[in-house]
């Protein structure tokens, strides 16, 4: 068969163009080494707060036995809902993810800071039950339940409570019945911005369907003349005939706190502590070194000798009063005075080392979640379920293979029509330093692969190998607010190259080796645009190798 001149020069710009629309690296290895910012020395039988440092938000635990397991909100990241167990309340590790099946959850075109809010994880005859909302996902989902009989999975795939609107939905469970409280609008028209009331429905554990319609049982807040804002992350507890409901209120910034209620029928009526709230940092004074701040959000467990203890979140904030590593869950003891809890007084700082709760004494976490640590990943065995992406990947970008991790090319960072090639784990401390070799040749200008320090999709920095103008070159690009800038360029002749990111709070440096020699590619870089104060939104910092294609045209 012959092809005419104009067909065949047609095809071969087919197949450069096929060519140039994915391109593949391999990384060598994963580093990563950090240091707390804050003192923390504990004593014999002392732990250090927080007790999983980083991005892991909005926690809910339960105790099975002599077993304790802890879920996170996890947002639009998949694997999402890391699934956390301990058998001391102050060593945990990572034993899944409860969402890590493409066909649970469909988060296409979702932006970093939507997806999972607030989960719960609870335990009823032998089954495990999360619920959670799924803000702005794809299809109706809204507000869903998934179970297992292990909590390392498999989880089910979410069923739809149907007619639960809103946010911050938990399950209690009380004498054969299950109720469900959760945060939405007031009946009516809300009287202020960050009016919200509180509802208690019926939940037949038959069907996850709900049972009547949801009823009030908080409007506002504790003082509702006051117009308290953001009534939210909704509780409840059953202690000594009385049902006790604890919720977040003042929003999710500096005046966040903690506040309780109680009541002899769990329909209601809800009345407010005498000392509210029962957990804040709000009241002190902002100049105060190595401050903890934001902190609320919290969910009570007794231990199997009868304590009680508190989770909760809170953010530790370098100065400026900014934070990239995210919101951290932290532990405190819970003290009951004349039938009331409380987590921590008015006026008292949460405490960095405090003693263990009176639970057998549990080995170290290898690695571990909580003070200074550091590890590496050979890529030599399957990936741990720390390793998180962006998005629903609907085909495979990468696989480990001979000691390296191979990713290729997605959609590029900031596209949310797709899933970009980038996995990576949690920045857990300000102070920070993060290296992976990579081995790969540019074909074509634009191409890139390297290191991500990843806030969201309009905010992070990029480290790695490029083409620039026909030349193999190192790069450090920033991306602040959607707008790409080219901070520092050199040339490089290796494929194999070591990239190393060091943050420093709002700082950080940026580094390579490359035929031997270690060069300094750009220091003392301004990273305040990757804090949540500036880039917006409930994540922390992911960092990660990750692979661009060249856009084709």
Known sequence: MKYSITLLTALCSLSVAAQAATTSARFEHYSYAGKALEPASPKPGEFVNPILAGYFPDPSVTRVGDDYYLVNSSFTNFPGLPLMHSRDLVTWTQIGNALDRPEQVDFSGRRGSQGIYAPDISHHDGVYYIITTCAACVGEVNNFIITATNPAGPWSKPVTVKGLNGIDPSIFWDEGKAWIVHNDAPQGTPRYDGHRAIYLTELDPATLQLKGKPQVIVDGGVKPAANPIWI????????????????????????????????????????????????????????????????????????????WWAVFL????????????????????VQWRDGWPMILEQGKTVPYTLPKPKLPAQ???????????????????????????????????????????????????????????????????????????????????????????????????????????????????????????????????????????????????????????????????????????????????????????????
């Open 232 to 307: 939210e992350g909704p509780h409840l507890l059953k202690k000594d005939g009385y049902y006790y409901l604890i919720c977040a209120e003042g929003g999710t910034g500096d005046n966040h706190s903690e506040v309780v209620f109680r009541s002899r029928d769990i329909r209601g009526p809800y009345l407010p502590g005498p000392v509210n709230p029962i957990l804040t940092q709000r009241d002190l004074d902002p100049k105060r070194p190595n401050p903890v701040t934001t902190a609320g959000h919290a969910k009570f467990v007794q231990t199997q000798n009868g304590d």
């Open 314 to 333: 809170a953010t530790r904030p370098y100065p400026g009063n900014m934070y990239n590593i995210g919101r951290d869950t932290f532990l405190l003891p």
């Open 363 to 553: 080995a170290a976490a290898t690695p571990p979640m909580n003070g200074n640590f550091s590890y590496v990943d050979e890529f030599d065995r399957p990936l741990s379920p720390a390793w998180i992406g962006v998005r629903t990947p609907r085909t495979p970008f990468y696989k480990v293979e001979q000691g390296a991790l191979v990713l290729t090319s997605g959609q590029p960072l900031g596209d949310l029509a797709g899933v970009p090639a980038f996995i990576g784990r949690r920045q857990q401390h300000h102070d920070a330093i993060v290296s992976t070799v990579v081995n790969y040749a540019p074909r074509h200008d634009g191409e890139r692969a390297g290191l991500v320090a990843m806030q969201n999709d309009a905010a992070y920095v990029f480290l790695g190998v490029s083409q620039l103008q026909g030349k193999p070159s190192v790069v450090l690009y920033k991306t602040e607010a959607g707008k790409e800038t080219l901070l520092a360029s050199a040339p490089v002749s290796d494929a194999r190259v070591e990239l190393i990111m060091e943050m420093h709070g709002g700082r950080s440096a940026y580094s390579y080796r490359s035929g031997g020699q270690l060069r300094s590619l750009q220091s003392d870089v301004d990273v305040t645009f990757l804090s949540t104060q500036k880039a917006k939104g409930f994540v922390g910092v992911v960092i990660g190798p990750y692979v661009q294609a060249a856009a084709t045209p």
